[in-house]
């Protein structure tokens, strides 16, 4: 057993003697929400849809200079998320918090760490694990500010490094982080003006890097899958299997030949552990059918549960979208 999956155990158990009942769901696995706190993670990215839209509601309109996150309906949701069955709340940070590191980053409302800290604690008492997320994409990572337009650079690694360190110290170290990672290609960001790409080695030694830094603070890296669909082969030889892995796929009909679909089997096929992620993003059928496929397709051993994540900011107007995943999801858990 190595230092990353020894803490990853005891952090586990620590949590599970202060919330005997979250101990018991253990024994089924994971069932996690994702919330936003920070939302600056797109770039200039307005699809016409959202056109009628106010720019604090579009749900891709970035940045920001204040935090789009309502404290009332944060709390509301996480208490409905643990009523309906949830353990885990996966917590989408950008801009959302005041890094001690680096303290520029931050915006109007940003959480300082003494918040942060206080709504952490009451996440554990309700029986919610919190797992912090950055995403590191170049495609999701405005919320860096002028330190996404240096990436790769010596400056790019330090900064990264740093905010790594501030988060696994202000969240106790928890046993996962969530380094998000996908859609890094031009197709996502053919409507940004400013568009940055890794390809090739530097992709990979970028990520790898970002993988040894979590590691170092003794969380286990967790990260969106997409990269699979087109890159299958090298994914599979240079990918470490200490990366939790979270392929996504958010509508109704489960087509193995659909290549996002067929992610879950190649992830299955590299022997990763997985936990599978559906939404109610494009359609309210997706979530229980992500379940059934999975389960029927992942063996129990490598299933690490599942994430339920709407793509919604945290304030009143998208409320019905935010609540109705938690109701979705409720029904499948309680099956």
């Given at each position: 057993?190595?230092?990353?999956?020894?803490?990853?155990?005891?952090?586990?158990?620590?949590?599970?003697?202060?919330?005997?009942s979250?101990?018991?769901?253990?024994?089924e696995?994971?069932?996690?929400?994702?919330?936003?706190?920070?939302?600056?993670?797109?770039?200039?990215?307005?699809?016409?849809?959202?056109?009628?839209?106010?720019?604090?509601?579009?749900?891709?309109?970035?940045?920001?200079?204040?935090?789009?996150?309502?404290?009332a309906?944060?709390?509301?949701?996480?208490?409905?998320?643990?009523?309906?069955?949830?353990?885990?709340?996966?917590?989408?940070?950008?801009?959302?918090i005041?890094?001690?590191?680096?303290?520029?980053?931050?915006?109007?409302?940003?959480?300082?760490?003494?918040?942060?800290?206080?709504?952490l604690?009451?996440?554990?008492?309700?029986?919610?694990?919190?797992?912090?997320?950055?995403?590191?994409?170049?495609?999701?990572?405005?919320?860096?500010?002028?330190?996404?337009?240096?990436?790769?650079?010596?400056?790019?690694?330090?900064?990264?490094?740093?905010?790594?360190?501030?988060?696994?110290?202000?969240?106790?170290?928890?046993?996962?982080?969530?380094?998000g990672?996908?859609?890094?290609?031009?197709?996502?960001q053919?409507?940004?003006?400013?568009?940055v790409?890794?390809?090739g080695?530097?992709?990979?030694?970028?990520?790898?890097?970002?993988?040894?830094?979590?590691?170092?603070?003794?969380?286990?890296?967790?990260?969106w899958?997409?990269?699979?669909?087109?890159?299958?082969?090298?994914?599979?030889?240079r990918?470490?299997?200490?990366?939790?892995?979270?392929?996504?796929?958010?509508?109704e009909k489960?087509d193995?030949?659909?290549?996002?679909v067929?992610?879950?089997?190649?992830?299955?096929?590299?022997?990763?552990?997985?936990i599978?992620?559906?939404?109610?993003?494009?359609?309210?059928?997706?979530?229980?059918?992500?379940?059934?496929?999975?389960?029927?397709?992942?063996?129990v051993?490598?299933?690490?549960?599942?994430l339920?994540?709407?793509?919604?900011?945290?304030?009143?107007?998208?409320?019905?979208?935010?609540?109705?995943?938690?109701?979705?999801?409720?029904?499948?858990?309680?099956?």
């Open positions: 057993m190595n230092r990353r999956e020894f803490i990853e155990v005891v952090s586990a158990s620590a949590l599970s003697v202060a919330m005997p979250l101990a018991a769901e253990r024994k696995g994971v069932w996690c929400y994702m919330l936003k706190l920070g939302t600056n993670m797109w770039c200039d990215c307005v699809p016409p849809k959202w056109g009628n839209l106010k720019p604090d509601e579009m749900p891709y309109k970035a940045p920001s200079d204040y935090l789009r996150c309502d404290d309906l944060w709390r509301e949701l996480t208490d409905k998320a643990r009523a309906a069955g949830f353990n885990m709340l996966l917590m989408d940070l950008a801009e959302g005041q890094y001690p590191s680096h303290p520029e980053l931050a915006v109007k409302g940003s959480w300082s760490p003494e918040k942060l800290r206080k709504e604690a009451r996440l554990r008492a309700i029986g919610l694990e919190p797992i912090p997320k950055l995403n590191f994409s170049t495609a999701h990572d405005i919320w860096l500010k002028d330190y996404s337009r240096m990436v790769s650079t010596k400056k790019y690694y330090q900064v990264c490094a740093d905010l790594i360190r501030d988060v696994a110290e202000l969240f106790g170290h928890p046993r996962w982080f969530h380094m990672y996908d859609e890094e290609t031009a197709g996502h053919s409507r940004y003006q400013y568009v790409v890794r390809q080695e530097l992709w990979w030694h970028d990520f790898l890097w970002f993988v040894g830094q979590v590691e170092k603070t003794g969380m286990r890296p967790w990260m899958s997409d990269f699979i669909w087109k890159h299958k082969e090298d994914f599979l030889k990918m470490p299997k200490s990366v939790l892995q979270s392929n996504w796929y958010y509508h489960f193995p030949k659909d290549h996002r067929k992610g879950y089997l190649d992830l299955n096929e590299g022997g990763f552990d997985q599978p992620t559906g939404s109610n993003y494009s359609c309210t059928e997706n979530f229980a059918g992500t379940v059934d496929f999975c389960r029927k397709n992942i063996p051993e490598r299933l690490k549960g599942f339920m994540a709407p793509w919604r900011h945290t304030i009143p107007h998208w409320r019905g979208d935010l609540v109705s995943a938690i109701d979705i999801a409720g029904r499948v858990i309680r099956e």
